[in-house]
């Protein structure tokens, strides 16, 4: 079956750095787009960061553009999100998510934390 598993989230000081990482099986994952979106609590999900197919283009949230970074290993079946100089209002449940015409599958999500 379709797995999504998100993992690299934590409690991380302002400033600080995350990886983030999203495992996925059961697809055909070089033919999906793969985003990562964000849910802070009282808020609506959000998209950060967006990279297509085979990896040749992205983009990005206002919000993350020159902190973030999404990258994707087809061969690993694997979606990152590095993120840097974090802050505050970055603190969210984070979602990896595929998405190819009628079929949107998505991950269980990491916590992360951004705290002093």
């Known amino acids: 079956q379709v797995q999504l598993v998100e993992s690299g989230g934590g409690l991380v000081q302002p400033g600080g750095s995350l990886r983030l990482s999203c495992a996925a099986s059961g697809f055909t994952f070089s033919s999906y787009t793969m985003s990562w979106y964000r849910q802070a609590p009282g808020k609506e999900r959000e998209l950060v960061a967006v990279i297509s197919a085979a990896g040749g283009s992205s983009n990005y949230a206002d919000s993350m553009k020159g902190r973030s970074t999404i990258s994707r290993d087809n061969a690993k079946n694997t979606v990152y999100l590095q993120m840097n100089s974090l802050k505050p209002e970055d603190t969210a449940v984070y979602y990896c998510?595929?998405?190819?015409?009628?079929?949107?599958?998505w991950g269980q999500g990491t916590q992360v934390t951004v705290s002093s």
């Open positions: 998510n595929a998405r190819r015409t009628r079929y949107n599958y």
